[in-house]
């Protein structure tokens, strides 16, 4: 199995910028596609972004596109989420996940999960 960490978390005002890093340990995440989720309090988890084996390709949800990005160094064993022009509606927990499938927004899809990071927005 593969244990993810993330870290990266915290309180920033609107309009800044986060990084978020997932460290994983246990196998190479090489072999699986990488996610990242979030999910608000009273809210069911949503997807944020996703990047295939290699990293040559990528997805994310609409309410991101073109403020974050999601990247993978699978040398590193790592997988970062780069947010830009942070809005209080991406106040989330951020979870970094692993999957077997293609780059899918589907949670189902994903085997393995991180605890968690707290990404606060302020106005």
């Known amino acids: 199995q593969v244990q993810l960490v993330e870290s990266g978390g915290g309180l920033v005002q609107a309009g800044g910028s986060l990084r978020l890093s997932c460290a994983a340990s246990?196998?190479?995440?090489?072999?699986?596609?990488m996610g990242w989720f979030r999910q608000a309090p009273g809210k069911e988890r949503e997807f944020v972004a996703a990047?295939?084996?290699?990293?040559?390709?990528?997805y994310s949800a609409d309410s991101v596109q073109g403020r974050f990005t999601i990247s993978r160094d699978n040398a590193k064993n790592t997988v970062d989420l780069q947010m830009n022009s942070l809005k209080p509606e991406d106040t989330a927990v951020y979870y970094c996940a692993a999957g077997r499938g293609v780059v899918h927004s589907g949670p189902s899809l994903y085997d393995y999960w991180g605890q968690g990071t707290q990404v606060t927005v302020s106005s």
């Open positions: 990047i295939s084996r290699s990293g040559g390709s990528t």
């Open positions: 246990g196998r190479t995440i090489s072999t699986y596609v």
